[in-house]
């Protein structure tokens, strides 16, 4: 399909926004789907769900990007509670692993650095820090600021955007060097503009595809439509909450970082679900249709970060927070704190099918968890 055809589709999805844009009707006794639940409301629920995966999950776990993906959502939370069992499971997990990356510090692939994020967390958490703790990801990181004149074509998937951009972010950050910014934004504008030819990032839409393959003329829907991932997507906007969060104004990509952002959850608002949901396929509503929470908790995510820090408008967006929030706990949130509706590990909207009520992972309850804190930092409920 040509950039062009993918335009029109994109066209015909936003001419359905006032549609999907609607807000559910409010069931006898539950709060209207646009409204935002009290704080107190909230946290309980954070709590229940971080508190039924610990639960479950006596061993924390390896320390590769899934279960470093929901590491990050916990110490959102510690940092929201000051719950001492939270800081307790994470701390036992990084030092399981020494605080180390999975392929050592030689290691290119982004997902290997994910890790490295739940590392500065506990860094920063420190009354005085451990240079031991981030001595990992800041040797791998270094390794590839050194070479970054050369080399800056190792993201070649969306997902790496989340994975990797905060650790760059937030070591420039800590050590004063613009030097780890400057080689994060050369790997970030290949991945956007560069891999594959024309880039993931399709400025029609303000989507990201998954990688080259499903570019316009390569992987398409059953309908043939185009496939842009959820996931992927929500991947790329916990990315930019993450680093736009961390760098200062001075750094002159910040301004399209910011408008990179914006112009995604202008695209995910016009196709979020009547029941405040996203699909699996942001292009085509029939392919695999349901609920998916991971996407979902990620878009929360970046449009409640996107609130807080005032890039978009709150009459527009803070009901497109409620109605996935309140999606989530009503649907996807067992009373036992379990859950569901994650799609679990792939790479497009056919993996890990079916997508149920039962189906969970590390990387979905960490989003929700960054969602919630991040929804309560609005100060709205």
Same mark, same amino acid.
């Given at each position: 399909m040509e950039r062009r055809?993918? #335009?029109?589709?994109?066209?015909? #999805?936003?001419?359905?926004?006032? #549609? !999907?844009? %609607?807000?559910?009707?409010?069931?006898?006794?539950?709060?209207? +789907? $646009?409204? #935002?639940?009290? %704080?107190?409301?909230?946290? +309980?629920?954070?709590?229940?769900?971080? @508190?039924?995966?610990?639960?479950?999950?006596? $061993?924390p776990g390896d320390n590769q990007w899934a279960r470093a993906t929901f590491f990050s959502g916990l110490l959102?939370?510690? %940092?929201?509670?000051?719950?001492?069992r939270y800081l307790a499971y994470a701390r036992g997990w990084a030092e399981r692993h020494a605080y180390g990356l999975h392929n050592g510090v030689t290691t290119r692939h982004? @997902? @290997?650095?994910? *890790?490295?994020?739940?590392?500065?967390?506990?860094?920063?958490l420190d009354?005085?820090? $451990? /240079? +031991?703790?981030?001595a990992a990801i800041e040797d791998s990181l270094r390794r590839m600021v050194d070479t970054s004149a050369e080399r800056h074509d190792d993201w070649w998937w969306d997902d790496a955007l989340h994975m990797a951009m905060p650790p760059f972010a937030r070591l420039g950050a800590l050590r +004063?060097?613009?030097?780890?910014?400057?080689?994060?934004?050369? &790997?970030? =504008?290949?991945?956007k503009s560069a891999e594959g030819g024309p880039g993931l990032y399709d400025p029609g839409s303000g989507l990201w595809y998954r990688d080259k393959r499903f570019l316009p003329g390569g992987i398409s829907s059953p309908n043939g439509r185009p496939v842009l991932w959820s996931r992927g997507n929500?991947?790329?906007?916990?990315?930019?909450?993450?680093?736009?969060?961390?760098?200062? @104004?001075?750094?002159?990509?910040?301004? *399209?970082?910011r408008a990179t952002l914006v112009r995604e959850l202008a695209a995910l608002r016009a196709v979020q679900r009547p029941d405040g949901f996203w699909n699996v396929n942001l292009a085509d509503a029939?392919? &695999?249709?349901? /609920?998916?929470? !991971?996407? =979902?908790?990620?878009? =929360?995510?970046?449009?409640?970060y996107a609130l807080r820090a005032g890039l978009v408008p709150r009459d527009r967006y803070r009901p497109v927070v409620a109605r996935a929030w309140n999606a989530m706990v009503d649907t996807a949130v067992h009373p036992d704190g379990f859950l569901g509706y994650v799609q679990n590990v792939g790479d497009r909207p056919e993996s890990?099918?079916?997508?149920?009520? $039962? !189906? =969970?992972?590390?990387?979905?309850?960490?989003?929700?968890?960054?969602?919630?804190?991040?929804?309560v930092a609005l100060g709205d409920g």
């Open positions: 055809q993918f #335009l029109a589709t994109g066209a015909a #999805l936003t001419a359905g926004a006032a #549609l !999907s844009a %609607r807000p559910a009707a409010a069931a006898p006794g539950r709060r209207p +789907a $646009d409204r #935002l639940p009290a %704080r107190a409301e909230t946290v +309980a629920v954070l709590r229940r769900v971080a @508190d039924h995966w610990i639960g479950a999950h006596a $061993d959102a939370l510690h %940092r929201l509670t000051r719950e001492p982004a @997902d @290997d650095h994910c *890790a490295g994020q739940a590392y500065l967390d506990l860094h920063a009354t005085a820090p $451990d /240079p +031991a703790k981030i +004063a060097d613009p030097a780890y910014w400057d080689a994060m934004h050369a &790997l970030y =504008t290949h991945t929500g991947w790329v906007a916990g990315a930019h909450a993450k680093v736009l969060a961390v760098l200062p @104004d001075t750094f002159a990509p910040v301004r *399209a970082y029939a392919h &695999l249709p349901g /609920p998916e929470t !991971s996407g =979902t908790a990620f878009f =929360t995510y970046g449009t409640a890990s099918q079916p997508v149920t009520y $039962d !189906s =969970t992972a590390d990387f979905g309850v960490g989003a929700f968890l960054l969602a919630g804190t991040e929804m």
